[in-house]
């Protein structure tokens, strides 16, 4: 086994062995961690479209559009523009369901009136 290892390390074998390694090392780098995709980007995608989905079911809200800002899959920032959430009594639901399934402190999320109202 050593003779092989020794003749395949000389010249140019030793060239292919080290793109191999560097191949390999790339694709491990850009294998997902969290979702389909690397980072938090598909955190976010992912994260958002659960949370709209969650605060479609609270009783008075409309339309819902999510975004979600990360740093290495930490929330830093949430803006949520809703159908529904110029009635008080719904925008405070709203806050506390994205509190709660977010986990972030609540001065991280702010909530808008969707234009046209988006109520169903």
């Known amino acids: 086994m050593n003779e092989w290892a020794d003749k395949f390390l000389k ?9 191999m390694c560097v191949g390999i ?13 690397s980072g938090s980007g598909g955190f976010d995608s992912y994260t958002e479209k659960r949370l709209k ?3 479609c079911e609270i009783e008075g809200v409309g339309d ?11 929330v830093e920032g949430v803006i949520i ?8 009594s719904v925008k ?3 806050y506390n369901a994205a509190v709660a399934a977010l986990g972030v402190q609540p001065h991280k999320i702010e909530i808008f009136v969707k234009k046209g109202g988006g109520r169903n």
Do not use: C, H
Not at 25 to 37: C, D, E, T, W
Not at 81 to 88: D, K, L, M, R, S
């Open 53 to 55: 989905k969650i605060l």
């Open 92 to 94: 405070n639901n709203i």
């Open 81 to 88: 523009v809703a159908g529904g959430a110029e009635i008080n």
């Open 64 to 74: 819902v559009d999510v975004m979600i800002t990360s740093k290495n899959n930490v």
């Open 25 to 37: 090392m790339l694709l491990i780098a850009s294998m997902p961690i969290f979702g389909k995709n």
């Open 11 to 19: 010249g140019k074998n030793a060239k292919y062995l080290v793109l």
